[in-house]
């Protein structure tokens, strides 16, 4: 095992880890954008907390992603606004 070699590539990933990391930040910023994406916590219609794993229910959604709540039934999108003409 050489472990020169992993610590290279171990500090190679990393330092392209953290420039992928900064220049999507620093184009989130140009775009007027929150510097990190908002992670949508609960149903705006019902406020019934959405769940941490995705479970597509559609083709949409696996395409997309989003959520379909489980409290009212509402579809909603991937920064978590409610799709016009959903749920019940
Ligand atoms: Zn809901």
Do not use: F, H
Not at 29 to 55: D, F, H, N, S, Y
Request: one cysteine or more.
């Amino acid at each position: 095992m050489d472990y020169g070699k992993i610590l290279q590539a171990a500090i190679i990933g990393g330092v392209a880890a953290l420039i992928a990391g900064s220049l999507q930040r620093w184009w989130r910023r140009r775009r007027g954008l929150p510097a990190e994406p908002v992670v949508p916590t609960q149903c705006p219609r019902c406020a019934t907390p959405l769940p941490k794993i995705r479970r597509p229910t559609s083709l949409r959604q696996t395409l997309w992603g989003g959520w379909t709540c489980a409290g009212c039934g509402a579809e909603l999108n991937n920064r978590g606004e409610e799709i016009p003409g959903s749920g019940k």
